[in-house]
């Protein structure tokens, strides 16, 4: 059985290797900086962002860890910065980047805007080859043993990344697209061979249906479409939220590969919120599984910056309810 769990180990890092991907959040519009720079700054005040997913199990664990700023910038821009972790394998690859956003948004209507969003970044990935274990290190006998022949040309990679976004707001509808790793940054550890990050095509948009008669309460329904597209891998995602101004049910449909239900808390200034990832069909490894938390916190600044970054315009419903 030893040698079996070591050698899909193995065939997953390789396969993961040979066709990298980016990590993936299911609280999308609760990491809004990572989903589409041209967020950046949306709501008008400054908020913090903390996310920890947890996907896989003990043998193939990924952890995603990001955090992340972003507020206004004047009347019509936004500036935003964040720090992401991704461990892949229980550790045996690891990848952090430090990214800064700008964004700036054009009043098109009395409640419609236009934005742009710019987010350049710095990546390092780490492989920890003391983790793995290769074919020349099993003995019949004793299982383990030894140090093997295998080596790689380097175990740190190090590039730059930039990313462009899109985004269109108006009262009940909301639209918007990203292009990730536009300049596609070289992320193999062998120098031998050319491995690019492909560009993260991303497309999302929804709306909002108010009732305001129901039990004398102002409830909202917001239906989403997410489309993403990464190198060999594409993903539709459809969903809705559901919930008033203190609580948010969502629900959410990853064809072919995920059921995802959310759970959030608005406490003032805080919001909570958690999401569980079910594989369907007849995925049976565990990888597909995954706990995802979010935490935010919005404030202000002085009362002398509040005066200089205020927004005079009106928040459309798309800023005041998914963020």
Known sequence: MKYIVVFILLSVFTSHLSSAQDARFSQFYANPIYLNPSLAGITGDNRMVLVHRQQGNSLNGFTTSAFSMDGRLGESSGYGFQLVKDAQLNNVVNTIEFAGVAAHRIAI???????????????????DFGKLTFEDQLDQRYGITGTTDEQFE??????????????????????????????????????????????????????????????????????NLIYQRQGEFSYLHVGAYFGSELWTLGAWYRVNNNVVAMLGFNLNKFRFGYSYDLPVGNDNTGLQNAHEITAAYSFRFSK????????????????????
Do not use: W
């Open 304 to 323: 002398k910056n509040k005066v200089k970054n205020r927004y005079n315009g009106k928040c459309p419903m798309f800023q005041r309810r998914l963020f």
């Open 154 to 223: 380097r175990t740190t990679v190090s590039a730059a990344d930039i990313s462009l976004g899109m985004i269109y707001t108006a009262k009940h509808f909301y639209a918007g697209a990203s292009l990730n790793h536009i300049n596609q940054p070289q992320q193999n550890f062998d120098e031998e061979e050319s491995s690019f990050l492909p560009i993260r095509y991303t497309i999302h948009a929804g709306g909002f249906i108010r009732n305001n008669n129901f039990r004398k309460s102002d409830f909202v329904l917001s239906p």
């Open 109 to 127: 209507s009395e409640d419609a805007q236009l934005g742009l969003g710019l987010r350049v970044g710095y990546f390092q990935r780490i492989l």
